[in-house]
């Protein structure tokens, strides 16, 4: 198990660079098709490498980013220099928007030794972090996953969950959860899985973009009628942000599933149910 909670501020960061244990990865996506690797080359976390969402996703798949194989992971992480004995620690542009993502990515082929930088690049600039310049190149290192099959679940597993009225929450924003704001990828519907709640990522952050405190982050849970013995199944546009809910619940001691399809994949099949409406 990890000897690191889930989170890492920037100040502890600092602290740390530079130790020969440690690696830094930079999981930036844009979901309007911004390429993130220049934005990286630009300046980015001394020592930090680029995790390409899209490029290590099953290649195979007509859904965007999904898990790739354990020896596909394998590969392309020990690509970057890391290997599952590291202590890893990945950050987005944004703040907590897709380093999320990675960290689940991680824990799902076994590694448990990654946290992610709360409140992402912005923070680590806050506290007077130095930034590099350039493309990485990193020594390639072995990376050995184990994966753990029952944190990731599909359409059928989702079904299942709504049948048997175990909690499902939707991470994106109302309006689009209410079906009042269009989809941002063409040919999906408008609306929402029956009998799923929303919680939309943004409630559990700060304006900064810092995880909120924990009795907040109860409060919210709370408030969507999930007790301490739930494990909800987390569930987004394409399984990005719905990593958000799953790491306020690790910071709280408790455990959620990720449906890696999520909304691209429900919304768009004509034999998934969809409603409208909060």
């Given amino acids: 198990m990890s000897l690191f909670p889930p989170l890492v501020s920037a100040a502890e960061l600092v602290t740390a660079l530079g ?154 924003g109302s309006p689009r959860f209410a079906g009042s704001a269009p989809e941002p990828r063409a040919g999906l519907r408008a609306g929402h899985m029956p009998g799923a709640v929303n919680l939309p990522f943004a409630e559990l952050l700060t304006p900064e973009g810092l995880m909120r405190e924990p009795e907040a982050l109860e409060a919210a849970f709370a408030a969507r009628g999930l007790g301490p013995d739930d494990r909800p199944i987390a569930s987004c546009g394409s399984g990005v942000t719905a990593t958000v809910p799953l790491l306020a619940l690790a910071l709280l001691g408790r455990e959620g599933v990720l449906y890696d399809g999520s909304w691209t994949e429900w919304g768009g099949r004509d034999d998934t149910e969809v409603v409208t409406g909060p």
Avoid: K
């Fill in 19 to 172: 130790d020969p244990d440690l690696r830094i990865l930079d999981a930036s996506w844009h979901l309007d098709g911004t390429p993130a690797r220049p934005i990286f080359e630009a300046g980015h976390i001394p020592g930090a490498v680029f995790f390409d969402l899209e490029a290590i996703s099953d290649q195979g798949s007509p859904l965007p980013h999904m898990m790739p194989s354990a020896e596909q992971f394998s590969e392309q992480v020990g690509a970057l220099g890391v290997s599952e004995t590291n202590r890893i620690v990945v950050y987005d542009t944004f703040g907590l928007f897709t380093a999320g993502r990675a960290w689940w990515m991680f824990r799902a082929m076994g590694c448990d030794r990654v946290q992610v930088l709360d409140g992402g690049l912005p923070a680590w600039r806050r506290v007077g972090g130095a930034l590099e310049i350039g493309a990485a190149n990193p020594s390639p290192a072995i990376f050995r996953a184990d994966p753990r099959p029952e944190m990731i679940v599909g359409l059928e597993g989702v079904r299942e969950a709504l049948a048997a009225e175990r909690p499902v929450l939707d991470a994106r």
